[in-house]
């Protein structure tokens, strides 16, 4: 225990911490639930959905054993069904809603030098059109973000011209901007490489920022952890964008080399608790913050429900020991200069096990204490697999 954190101050912190996590929500991605894997290899697993439909009910799953998932985001064309009310009432029965819906620019023959910033007038109105569709899908679906993450950018020097780009990029957008009803926002994505190696046309979240200052008030930045060079202070950025009022989203996984798409929370624990410690400390947490806590991952080589709730565990965990810190006691710290004394506060609420404390809050709200434990014996694994048999099973670019 550090010096200035008391035992009746420790008591009040959990209770507050409860009550904070009661009202967290952490959003699913459709895509988590199909079949996914590298570039190298797809691998299909057993009772995959087949359908935005069988997607949903796996979702719903995630949230039934953790009270704290109850929106699914959904990618167009991945998810493209007839009637998308349809799927939205059977999300209601299930007992979740549809989330973000994402556009999709990377599959389309028709993108391959770009898409809102291709050379080419028609393939930009034509990547215009599909983000129109997305918003008719929002509005059938009652979804109230629009999810943009462009594949755009250059592989070699001189292709094309990196202004007029953004200025290409700058008017296709606020095209779509001007498409959206008052509820709606656009959260736009960045990504230093890939597809593209020599320059992404939204590389980092400096860009992403300008264009959502130039189109107005419900364009927000999407930051997605993995999406960062190696050793990037992420935090920093979520600080800098909380500040802005910018940040909208998070796509949370985690990432040992690039995009790596892995579990939140799995590879860098610390992270994920210092992200999570910048958002609470700034109020972010609160559910009207504006701010919608994403996943973005793919379970290629694990079973996908057991990889979604744990990796909602893993942020309940680090939001939990983030709602412990000692905030007054930290502020004195800081102010006085005393540097181990604050880097202290820091880890003690760090290195608690705060696993008993998310067990009590589920058993108030009648959950199991353990999620994995309790979807594992619910037999749900075992009756998709025998009555999922036939058809095509959903998976990257399906
Ligand atoms: C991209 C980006 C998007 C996600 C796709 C599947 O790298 O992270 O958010 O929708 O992958
Ligand atoms: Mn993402």
């Known amino acids: 225990m550090s010096t200035g954190t008391t035992t009746s101050g420790t008591a009040d912190r959990r209770a507050a911490a409860l009550g904070a996590l009661a009202q967290q929500t952490i959003e699913l991605p459709s895509w988590a639930f199909g079949n996914s894997g590298t570039r190298f290899k797809v691998f299909a697993q ?26 699914v985001s959904l990618h167009i064309p991945w998810d493209k069904t007839e009637d998308y ?18 556009s999709n620019l990377f599959q389309d023959d028709d993108y391959m030098l770009g898409s809102l910033t291709h050379p080419d007038a028609r393939v930009r109105a034509k990547a215009v059109a599909h983000h129109l569709e997305c918003i008719d899908v929002m509005r059938a679906t009652g979804s109230t973000d629009l999810k943009i993450w462009l594949p755009d950018g250059l592989n070699y020097p001189g292709q094309d011209n990196l202004r007029a780009r953004q200025d290409r990029l700058a008017e296709g ?4 901007y001007a498409g959206l ?41 999407v930051l997605d952890t993995g999406h960062h060079a190696p050793g990037t202070n992420i935090e920093f950025i979520v600080a800098q964008l ?68 744990r990796s909602v565990m893993n942020v309940q965990e680090a939001t939990a020991k983030a709602l412990l810190v000692d905030a007054d006691a930290l502020h004195a710290a800081q102010q006085s200069g005393d540097v181990l004394g604050a880097n202290g506060l820091l ?11 998310l067990a009590e809050l589920r058993e108030s709200q009648g959950l199991d204490a353990d999620p994995m434990r309790a979807y594992g014996a619910s037999g749900y694994a075992e009756k998709i697999k025998a009555e999922r048999v036939g058809g095509a099973q959903a998976g990257w670019g399906a």
């Not at 349809?86 to 819906?101: C, D, F, P, W």
Request: proline share 7%.
């Open 85 to 102: 009310a349809k799927l939205s009432a059977h999300a209601a029965e299930q007992g979740v809603t549809i989330g973000a819906i994402n």
């Open 181 to 221: 009803d008052p509820e709606h926002r656009i959260i736009l994505e960045y990504k230093f490489f890939e597809p593209a190696f020599y320059s992404m046309d939204v590389p980092d979240w400096g860009t992403s920022l300008l264009h959502c200052l130039a189109l107005g008030e419900q364009a927000m930045v």
């Open 242 to 309: 909380l500040r802005a009022g910018r940040l909208g989203a998070f796509d949370f996984n985690s990432r040992f080399y690039a995009d790596d798409d892995l579990m939140v929370g799995s590879a860098d624990p610390f992270q994920l608790f210092r992200i999570m410690h910048e958002i609470v400390s700034s109020g972010a947490l609160a559910p009207d913050s504006g701010v919608n806590f994403m996943l973005d991952q793919c379970h290629n080589i694990e079973p996908k429900i057991p990889g979604q709730i």
């Open 46 to 71: 057993e009772g995959v959905p087949r359908d935005p439909f069988e997607k949903v009910a796996d979702a719903a799953q995630v949230h039934r054993y953790t009270g704290v998932a109850p929106r």
């Open 347 to 357: 880890m003690d609420a760090y290195n608690t096990d705060v696993r008993p404390l």
């Open 173 to 176: 957008l606020a095209e779509v």
